[in-house]
């Protein structure tokens, strides 16, 4: 089954959020524990934990460049065309 270009958008996008969350999970973790509960005041109880999380993604957002997903899924889509054309043949 073919994808469309927004499918493919939205999965590239979810695997790159995916990669961005396992790489600061214990940040994450942090400020959950912190928030749980709370409503109003996350916004001053919890500035430490939001600003480490907030880092951490920050920093990870620049490593796992979104565009070396793509194109590594676009070498997988094109590996894949070349694979089922020489089936063909």
């Known amino acids: 089954m073919n994808k ?3 499918e493919e958008e939205f999965d590239l996008r979810k695997q790159h959020q995916k990669l961005l969350k396992k790489n600061c999970q214990k940040e994450i973790e942090d400020f959950v524990k912190c928030a749980t509960g709370r409503t109003f005041s996350v916004t001053w109880k919890c500035r430490s934990e939001n600003k480490t ?3 951490c993604l920050t920093k990870a957002a620049d490593e ?3 565009w070396q997903i793509r194109s590594e899924y676009n070498k997988a889509k094109q590996e894949s065309f ?3 054309q020489d089936e063909k043949k």
């Open 4 to 6: 469309s270009p927004i």
């Open 53 to 55: 999380m907030k880092d």
């Open 64 to 66: 796992i460049s979104e």
């Open 82 to 84: 070349i694979g089922k």
